[in-house]
């Protein structure tokens, strides 16, 4: 199969990153159990601009720690033959930060993307799933018929209970509600 992943809240807990970002600028608080949808309403526009600038900034990038598992999964499915498409919402310019820091977690992949526009690349490409956190990708992901799946988050909840998206808690639960799917497809 051909499998597209997100980065931020998909492979790592974005959302400390954030929020401590939020603090540490603007003094406020953004408790993940309250973030029901992803716009995050605490933040003004330019804030939440600002906050997302600086947490994908190089050095920010390459201390993210990846959740467990999520690595070893991708390993093997990218050595069972399986085509590993990285994508994130990020400017070109973490490119090589991006690149870095796969690199230092070890994650198997075939092609990294930095784009404002993942599922319109999906298609391009011809993704057959793709994990991703977003509800609009997500959204965007069934009606183009790619297969969705994701790491639960309070703001995808509502699409996960909603939609045919295949949502688990973490990693290792992923890979158990992906193995039937995997199998089935063909590698590469
Ligand atoms: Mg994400």
């Known amino acids: 199969m051909r499998i597209a992943i997100d980065i931020d809240s998909t492979l790592h807990h974005y959302w400390d990153v954030l929020s401590a970002s939020a603090q540490r600028r603007f003094g406020i608080d953004l408790p993940y159990e309250e973030q029901y949808d992803w716009g995050i309403t ?9 906050c997302v600038e600086e947490t ?3 050095a920010a990038i390459e201390a993210a720690e990846p ?12 050595a069972a033959g399986h085509f590993i498409h990285i994508t994130s919402h990020r400017v070109d310019t973490a490119h090589t930060a991006t690149e870095r ?13 930095c784009s404002f526009d993942k599922v319109s690349r999906c ?12 509800p609009l990708n997500i959204a965007r992901a069934l009606e183009r018929g790619i297969i969705s799946a994701t790491i639960a988050h ?16 973490d990693w290792p639960a992923l890979r158990e509600r992906l193995a039937p799917l995997l199998a089935r497809g063909e590698a590469g």
Do not use: F, K, M, S
Request: charged share 30%.
């Open 101 to 113: 820091w796969l690199e230092r977690i070890g994650l198997a992949y075939d092609e990294l993307y």
């Open 154 to 169: 309070p703001w995808n909840r509502d699409v996960c209970e909603e939609e045919d998206v295949i949502c688990a808690a």
């Open 67 to 78: 959740y467990p598992e999520a690595v070893e999964t991708v390993g093997a499915w990218h």
């Open 123 to 134: 298609e391009e490409i011809g993704i057959d799933l793709l994990i991703d956190d977003g």
């Open 56 to 58: 994908h900034r190089a």
């Open 42 to 50: 605490r933040l003004r526009p330019e804030q939440l601009h600002a």
